[in-house]
């Protein structure tokens, strides 16, 4: 079976996370720069057979789009131009400060916390995702 990638994006970097083959479980992957991500989600795609992909949705506490979530809409558009694979987005509101409340709960000192924030912020949204379906 083939997997389904998250992006987590953001102005400075994105966060990527990966689902199992059989899409239950969610886990980080890794961290791209925004400034030059082209090349390594091509060959993560490749490496890994993606067939779908899930952008996180920055929305308003009350639901409505912000700036943000147009540029994560425009991204992902971008991703699927790149790609030729399906983009879903997902309300991605409160993923960061799952993901920084699971890191702290694990013990993980500040640096690591800071080094794996996205890609863990990235699993939480795959993991609502999965979890929907």
């Known amino acids: 079976m ?28 890794d961290v791209l720069a925004a400034d030059d991500w082209h090349d390594a989600l091509e060959r993560l795609v490749a490496e890994y057979q993606i067939e779908e992909i899930v952008v996180g949705l920055p929305t308003s506490l009350d ?8 540029a994560a809409r425009s991204f ?15 309300d991605e509101r ?4 799952i993901a920084h409340d699971a890191m702290l709960a694990a013990d993980a000192s ?5 080094g ?3 890609k863990v912020a990235a699993a939480v949204i795959l993991q609502s995702w999965l979890d929907r379906r």
């Open 76 to 90: 992902g558009e971008e991703v699927a131009a790149l790609t030729g694979l399906p983009v879903s987005f997902v």
């Open 2 to 29: 083939s997997r389904i990638l998250a992006l987590d994006y953001g102005t400075v970097r994105i966060g990527v996370a990966m689902s199992d083959p059989l899409r239950l479980t969610a886990q980080p992957l």
């Open 116 to 118: 794996n924030i996205d």
């Open 94 to 97: 409160f993923s960061t400060r």
């Open 63 to 70: 639901g409505s789009e912000t700036a943000a979530a147009m």
């Open 110 to 114: 500040r640096a690591t916390r800071r």
